[in-house]
């Protein structure tokens, strides 16, 4: 059996291979920057997924429903000891593999059942990043969908729906401010560390290749929106949680893991700024942006 382990977001991961598979530098890539040697696994993993082709689901399952993702879909049903049977398909419908996790997600089985070999890295990157998500829930630690941008030792979030515009901001912030760079584009880890919201790169970054193994406190939150002029105001912490629920990675059918992710997102907007950023795709928003949110004003 081929053990690998990880770090993500402080947090170890481990993935075991049962059945014959690619290295996992060309099934996992983006994980390669968090890969540990074997002499740092010290403490009891997060999670532990189990690769293993052979497996089939032969327990009865209850539908709690098909839900869509940036083109993905997922298949999501309850097994009788309240843990969880995933099917995991591409924009194109076809099934790519299978996850089977326990009620907690730190105990995990995949099945990669494509025949192409980007389908069935598309199911295991998947499949983790799931498990991931819903394991540290508990543990005070959030995945959010944000573009991050790092100016002055510090991670700034840039939320909105798919295609609106955060990617496109951070850019802007990249290309006019000096001093910045990139943390992740699409599913970064916020984690409460000793009372305080740290933000950390992560093997899921969407269409950006983007998977850095770095972490810096969190400056601020902004909620992005396309408007026909530049403006910025700071939000009420119920109206920001409100907005931030819907970019968590979250499972409202189930109440732990939802009333978690609650928890972990009101500490975080009580102990930094979010606002709201109506604008232009254009240098002046990511000043206007940055010299508000720089102060906290």
Known sequence: MRVTSYRVGGHLLQVRYLSEEQPDEVLLPSFEPFRLQESEEEEVPLLTLTVDNGYRCEEEKDEIGQFDETGNNYGVYQLPD??????????ERTLCGVLRADRTFSHCT???VADALRDRAFALNNALMMAYAFAAADKDTVLLHASVIRKDGRGYLM???????????TFLWYKNIPGCDLMNDDNPVVRIVDGQPVIYGTPWSGKTPCYRNIEAPV?????????????IRRMAPVEALVELLPASSN???????YLHVCDTLAAIISRVPVYELGCLPDADAAWLCYNTVKDGK
């Open 110 to 112: 995949a099945a990669l």
């Open 251 to 257: 499972m409202k059918w189930d109440k732990r893991i």
């Open 82 to 91: 309240e843990g969880y049977f995933i099917e995991i398909s591409n924009p």
């Open 219 to 231: 400056g601020a939150l902004v909620r992005i929106q396309q408007r026909p002029k530049n403006e």
């Open 159 to 169: 939320t909105a729906p798919s295609g609106t515009g955060k990617s496109t901001h």
